[in-house]
């Protein structure tokens, strides 16, 4: 089965050595939208597990990849690379440093397939793979936000609650459908809808 990411491309991004502008790619479980920080999916969930195939990927939408030594991990990982003075970005500082969220501007999202065995990626407009998702059973679980008086309609559907988290959610392999008045919060989906126009 393929591998599903959800792929950001931004503009802005300011090297940590020579502060000049660059675009970097931030990855995330597409599935995941629901985890949103100041309105931007929150990156850091596949910051270190890129795939050497992804160098090629991000070189198609202008974002320098390289596998270099970090410091920090003490071993090498795929990183950003400044296309102005060669520094590593390691991803302490595109993904984790949040304050870079708020001065970066989205370029492009969409969502990719790997096919491991073949090495490929098919890139999904997001519109066309959020429309694939509704129609279809949940990948994974998707945790819902269920008003307290309408608990018992959304058990009787098939929804779970987490007694350890205090949280709904609908089981993976699940049709979504009769679950989308409560998917997700109306303030995470209405920033999600802007990040995706």
Not at 77 to 106: F, L
Request: hydrophobic share 40%.
């Amino acid at each position: 089965m393929a591998e599903q990411w959800g792929i950001q491309i931004h503009s802005g991004y300011m090297c940590h050595k020579c502060d000049q502008q660059m675009d970097i790619m931030l990855c995330y479980k597409p599935t995941n939208t629901i985890f949103l920080f100041n309105g931007y999916f929150f990156q850091t969930e596949l910051a270190y597990e890129k795939t050497p195939t992804m160098i090629g990927l991000a070189k198609k939408h202008g974002v320098l990849l390289e596998t270099r030594y970090s410091a920090f991990l003490k071993k090498e990982y795929i990183m950003h690379v400044c296309p102005h003075c060669d520094t590593g970005q390691g991803d302490n500082y595109v993904v984790v440093d949040n304050q870079q969220i708020n001065s970066t501007m989205m370029k492009e999202s969409f969502v990719v397939e790997y096919d491991a065995e073949a090495e490929l990626w098919d890139e999904i407009p997001l519109e066309e793979w959020r429309r694939r998702l509704n129609d279809g059973p949940a990948v994974r679980p998707v945790r819902l936000v269920v008003p307290i008086m309408e608990k018992d309609r959304a058990l009787k559907l098939g929804a779970i609650w987490n007694p350890r988290d205090k949280s709904w959610f609908v089981p993976g392999g699940m049709d979504l459908k009769p679950f989308e008045q409560w998917l997700p919060p109306a303030r995470a989906q209405s920033q999600a809808k802007e990040l995706m126009e």
